[in-house]
T-cell receptor
Framework: GAGVSQSPRYKVAKRGQDVALRCDPI?????LFWYQQALGQGPEFLTY????????KSGLPSDRFFAERPEGSVSTLKIQRTQQEDSAVYLC???????????????FGPGTRLTVL | RKEVEQDPGPFNVPEGATVAFNCTYS??????FFWYRQDCRKEPKLLMS???SGNEDGRFTAQLNRASQYISLLIRDSKLSDSATYLC???????????FGTGTRLKVLA
């Protein structure tokens, strides 16, 4: 079956531009996560959705970052007024059940590589 | 101090060798533990979850030491295809946040 998909795969933005990154999770997956991965580092947690509810956004680095999942399936990560330090790979992951008490496998998408010039 | 720490490597080992990685975590309330594998320019994929009693999957063995707050991954009979970055992942009880280490890079040489 289809895995997690993300679009665009690559995005080049000029400093100050707004960008929107899309994630299509595996159908029926309740949990959705966004991560930021800088070169040579592990993924850093940004935010977590359980269906349409954003239950944890503690990892969003600033108020320029905003994520939504209005119908509990597709999610969008928006970055306003992009800065050079926002350059990274943005990974989306979904899992079947509920995060928290339940141990559950996260399936990652291929990521969006964002370069801010 | 980082919440999850790993030796970044690289570990260069010959085919057939046994190699072990450790990962330490700082939060004693950590509840769930995983090893993920990430190939260059690819997404992470779950290698195995780590259970309190330790667990094995073929050539891979994972162990958890709660008293010393570390988890380990042992790879026996290394294959060229094992070359990748191995990410240690920890989730703290009562949170939805999965914390990744920086990863340990393994290169298996012919």
């Amino acid at each position: 079956g289809a895995g997690v998909s993300q679009s665009p795969r690559y995005k080049v933005a000029k400093r100050g531009q707004d960008v929107a990154l899309r994630c299509d999770p595996i159908s029926g997956h309740v949990s959705l996560f966004w991560y930021q991965q800088a070169l040579g580092q592990g993924p850093e947690f940004l935010t977590y959705f359980q269906n349409e509810a954003q239950l944890d956004k503690s990892g969003l680095p600033s108020d320029r970052f905003f994520a939504e999942r209005p119908e509990g399936s597709v999610s969008t990560l928006k970055i306003q007024r992009t800065q050079q330090e926002d350059s990274a790979v943005y990974l989306c992951a979904s899992s079947l059940g509920l995060a928290g008490p339940t141990v559950d496998t996260q399936y990652f998408g291929p990521g969006t590589r964002l370069t801010v010039l | 101090r980082k919440e999850v720490e790993q030796d970044p490597g690289p570990f260069n080992v010959p085919e057939g060798a046994t190699v072990a990685f450790n990962c330490t975590y700082s939060n004693s309330a950590s509840q769930s533990f995983f090893w993920y594998r990430q190939d260059c320019r690819k997404e992470p994929k779950l290698l195995m979850s780590v259970y309190s009693s330790g667990n094995e999957d073929g050539r891979f063995t994972a162990q958890l030491n709660r008293a010393s707050q570390y988890i380990s991954l042992l790879i026996r009979d290394s294959k060229l295809s094992d070359s990748a970055t191995y990410l240690c992942v920890v989730r703290t009880s009562g949170t939805y946040k999965y914390i990744f280490g920086t990863g340990t890079r393994l290169k298996v040489l012919a």
